[in-house]
């Protein structure tokens, strides 16, 4: 089983649509979790951490489930300037390694 | 404006030669890192490293090498024992000063290297 695992896509949504993505991950010592944003041919750009009682910023939610261990990303009201790959981030192996899912393709159509 | 520069953007090498991506930053972070991505794929930690003098392999550390004589600094080296090398390589760094700080990577601009 990989440490990080992402569905990946693409999700196709038209534009004002709500779209979630799911990130589950192998590790129960896990401490940190992000979402980054990567274009195309770009480095990835961070989109916002996520804490356990989970936390918004602006039309993006990101939600925390330890028990089950998949942290999500909630996209309200989508863009055409949201199309991009979605990437999450856990640490592993301690609090300074940091692995990557493959990410999930999102494209937001007119 | 603080930040971390990669450089060449694109490196372009024959088979068989070593080659040696920079990395150095400014924004007074402990720990630095190596990612791979290929096409299609997600990024692969290559080596990190906490503090000066001292660094961790990844999960793909084969076929690389890395240093860190200053805290600004930590070049990766793409020997000739990697069988795959034509990749995207990314740099990023991360404050780390405390075990339970949530602080997020910060990267470089990446340099795509082509092996022929």
């Known amino acids: 089983r990989k440490e990080v695992e992402q569905d990946p896509g693409p999700f196709n949504v038209p534009e004002g649509a709500t779209v979630a993505f799911n990130c589950t991950y192998s590790n129960s010592a896990s401490q940190s979790f992000f979402w980054y944003r990567q274009d195309c041919r770009k480095e990835p750009k961070l989109l916002m951490s996520v804490y356990s009682s989970g936390n918004e910023d602006g039309r993006f939610t990101a939600q925390l489930n330890r028990a089950s261990q998949y942290i999500s990303l909630l996209i309200r009201d989508s863009k055409l300037s949201d199309s991009a790959t979605y990437l999450c981030?856990?640490?592993?192996?301690?609090?300074?390694?940091?692995?990557f899912g493959a990410g999930t393709r999102l494209a937001v159509h007119p | 404006d603080g930040g971390i520069t990669q450089s060449p953007k694109y490196l372009f090498r024959k088979e068989g030669q070593n080659v040696t991506l920079s990395c150095e930053q400014n924004l007074n972070h402990d720990a630095m890192y190596w990612y791979r991505q290929d096409p299609g794929q997600g990024l692969r930690l290559i080596y990190y490293s906490q503090i000066v003098n001292d660094f961790q392999k990844g999960d793909i550390a084969e076929g690389y090498s890395v240093s860190r004589e200053k805290k600004e600094s930590f070049p990766l080296t793409v020997t000739s024992a990697q069988k795959n090398p034509t990749a995207f390589y990314l740099c990023a760094s991360r404050i780390d000063r405390v075990q339970s700080d949530n602080s997020p990577l910060h990267f470089g601009n990446g340099t795509r290297l082509t092996v022929t």
């Open positions: 981030v856990v640490t592993a192996q301690g609090y300074n390694k940091l692995i």
